[in-house]
């Protein structure tokens, strides 16, 4: 199975600052996700991190808002910027394995506040 | 749009057993996930079906029927630390969706 490691692992922001979130999985895996979890609430898909490309972005979610990069197959970065309040989520990297049943993983997710 | 059912909390005894149900409607099927999430914590990979039939692992088995758009997760022997939520997801296109969460208490 992928181990999958975010950073940070929370923070608390101002509003209108941006913060990136890092994201490396410790093994090649076929796709790479972002999704994004309000309290007491299920994961919602925020995109695909295509590597070299830009990313698909699911309905309601904007590359301005969250841009995402993969510049390779471990690696993903994303972007939440301007940040308001209803930021405020636990944001969490997921990767796709190549394993018998393309089993999906989860990072430990980025808890952000923003105040 | 994407459909994905499952009740949202389920009570049950120390030893017991629990079935969680999900039913689904989705563009596309290509796999159904069974995750656990414990509070505050990443959900973790319980089961995968993409055939119909039982899927049995340990303590946990989990149920397909693609004609009926259904799934069920069976939780056998129940222990203090299965009290978590439960997460059904479905694979359509290449995307995962997942339905809202079943939080499963487990009392003594």
């Known amino acids: 199975s992928a181990v999958i490691s975010q950073k940070p692992s929370r923070d608390i922001c101002q509003r209108g600052t941006s913060l990136t979130i890092q994201c490396q999985v410790d093994s090649q895996v076929t796709m790479m996700f972002w999704y994004r979890q309000q309290p007491g609430q299920s994961l919602t898909l925020i995109a695909t991190?295509?590597?070299?490309?830009?990313?698909?972005?699911e309905s309601g979610f904007v590359i301005d808002k969250f841009p995402i990069s993969r510049p390779n197959l471990t690696f993903s970065t994303l972007t939440v910027s301007n940040m308001s309040p209803e930021d405020s989520s636990i944001y969490l990297c997921?990767?796709?394995?190549?394993?018998?049943?393309?089993?999906?993983?989860f990072g430990p997710g980025t808890r952000l506040t923003v105040l | 749009g994407q459909n994905i059912d499952q009740p949202t909390e389920m009570t049950a005894t120390e030893g017991a057993i629990v079935q969680i149900n999900c039913t689904y409607q989705t563009s596309g099927f290509n796999g159904l996930f069974w995750y656990q999430q414990h509070a505050g914590e990443a959900p973790t990979f319980l089961s995968y079906n993409v055939l119909d039939g039982l899927e049995e692992k340990g303590r946990f088995s989990s149920f397909l029927s693609r004609s009926k758009g259904y799934s069920y997760l069976l939780l056998k022997e129940l222990q203090m630390k299965d009290s978590a939520s439960y997460l059904c997801?479905?694979?359509?296109?290449?995307?995962?969706?997942f339905g809202a969460g079943t939080t499963v208490t487990v009392r003594a």
């Open positions: 991190a295509n590597q070299g490309s830009e990313a698909t972005y």
């Open positions: 997801a479905v694979i359509h296109d290449y995307k995962l969706s």
């Open positions: 997921s990767g796709r394995g190549q394993g018998r049943y393309n089993e999906q993983f």
